[in-house]
């Protein structure tokens, strides 16, 4: 949830989700030529860059003519794609096109949290063994979890089973995403962070399971204001008053994590936007997922699924308990803006106020604004081009990723920038990353498809000490029918389809978390910029 929205009369513009619109205009990205600042961004390296192997590709190989016509295969490809239900709706997903618009959550909807007087012994980074330690004594409060939760999914859960004894797993996702959608809210904030993180995998799920899980809307009843603003004397040592002149008597917007606060300083007279975590979040966050982790073990045991649980429990939780920590939110916002400020002052991020910060209550300067996926004015599209070449700086020079991509953190501001919102989660992507994605665009554009395969390992697709032998005629299969001269039209997409849904079940070929958050961003934008503009490819505004 951002800690930060616009102040419009119709909604603020907090919190996730919209359709799309654009316009290009030329001229209004900067003052400086595209090409120019590009060559910049693509550049720079945030350590010395490692000795290359000979056989690399030489950058000046890769001749505008070569990217022009991988502009127009993208466009074909992406037609043809919209032709296909199944396609046409994993596009949708990774647009954010089926994300939804709320501020606050359904009226009916409750959220059962846990609530312990004594959290000591609990940890504030993600560490297995002692969440396990801390619950291993406490077995009383994890059973009466687990029948608050059974209460909730018990349907679901013996579904599942049934499913798994049947082996109709496959069979049945869809009608299994929707239950999911349906009861998740109620469970609370780590079951609602991990549908969400699990919609945008379609190396975990297929398209029409992703298209349910991302109708998930991270919104929930508020808490109570008594609650919140004895919390917020409790974090900042004094009363709210003391700190604030003013502060609306509701939240603006609220989530599973927290909820936000118009407000302005008694200091200063800035207006800013106040977000205090919900009580009880850690303990909650915490039994889950010492509950959903040993359930994983126990599947283990079960040959009929390939999911690795636990180690999908155990990546996600580490990026999550990030989240949990405001001071780390704030910060990352301080750094992501220093990184923009000299390239892309076009790129706004709301000031953090760490006088007024703590790791329960999060005070950053209040943007106004309205969000970029549903203005109407007629620098959207160069705004758009404005996001394309900040997630490529962020990509290929800084390395420090923003990890929420999704269209409400996406803000058009009243003098015509773009404002980039909630930063309680980053990657960080090392030099070899940034470098392997560079050679990998290098290498498929050469169609040198065995230096792709070891690109793959680079990466984190395959991992180290595979055979690869086996997997380079698929994927060049792939490859060569997705950019050969006949165009989409020659792609047999049940084909392509069938034979890389055979290449991640012979291999252990999957989406690392960092590359599906990339895929993310540049899909929102892409998302964003193709209802003004049919023809849009992200290649075009991309190359230098």
Known sequence: MEATASASASAPHLLHCGG??????????????????????????????????????????????????VSQEIKRVRKQMEEDEQLASLMRGLRGSNLRDDQFADKDVTMRL??????????????????????????????????????????????????????????????????????????????????????????????????????????????????????????????????????????????????????????????????????FVLETVTIDLFIIRNLGLVLKRFPQVSLDVVGLVDEWAARFFEELDYINEGENGLRFAEMMRED?????????????????????????????????EDDVGSLVNVGVICYLKQLLDTGFFHADPHPGNM?????????????????????????????????????????????????????EGVNLDPILPVLAKVFDQALEGGGAKNINFQELAADLAQITFDYPFRIPPYFALIIRAIGVLEGIALVGDPEFAIVDEAYP
């Open 411 to 463: 803000i058009r501001t009243p003098d015509g920038k773009l404002a980039i919102l909630d930063f309680g989660l980053v990657t960080k992507l090392t030099d070899d990353q940034k470098y392997g994605m560079i050679e990998a665009i290098a290498h498929l554009i050469h169609r040198d498809y065995d230096a792709i395969v070891k690109d793959f390992v680079k990466l984190g697709f395959i991992p």
């Open 344 to 376: 892309l002052p076009q790129v706004v991020v709301p000031k953090t106020y760490p006088k007024y910060t703590s790791r329960k209550v999060l005070t950053t300067g209040w943007i106004d604004g309205e969000k970029l996926s549903q203005s109407t």
């Open 20 to 69: 799309f619109g654009r316009t290009r205009v030329a001229g209004l990205v900067s003052p400086l030529p595209r090409r120019r600042r590009l060559r910049r961004v693509l550049a720079v390296a945030t350590e010395p860059r490692p000795p290359q192997p000979a056989s690399r590709p030489r950058a000046s190989a890769i001749t505008s003519t070569r990217f022009g016509d």
């Open 114 to 279: 846990v609530e312990v007087t004594n959290t000591e012994g609990l940890p504030l980074v993600y560490s297995p063994e002692i969440i396990s330690a801390y619950w291993g004594k406490r077995p009383g409060a994890v059973a009466t979890r687990v029948v608050q939760l059974l209460s909730v999914a018990g349907g679901f859960i013996s579904g599942i089973i049934s499913d798994l004894i049947g082996d109709k797993i496959k069979e049945n996702e869809v009608t299994r995403a929707i239950e999911l959608r349906e009861i998740v809210t109620s469970l609370g904030p780590a079951y609602i962070k991990l549908g969400q993180a699990l919609s945008i995998r379609p190396d975990i799920l297929s398209p029409a399971a992703m298209t349910e899980l991302q109708k998930l809307c991270d919104k929930v009843p508020s808490f109570p204001d008594d609650i919140a603003m004895a919390l917020l004397e409790e974090e900042l040592g004094k009363p709210w008053q003391e700190i604030y002149s003013e502060l609306s008597p509701s939240p603006i917007a609220a989530a599973s994590l927290g909820q936000v606060y118009k407000g302005r300083l008694k200091e200063t007279g800035e207006l800013v936007a106040v977000k205090v975590q919900r009580p």
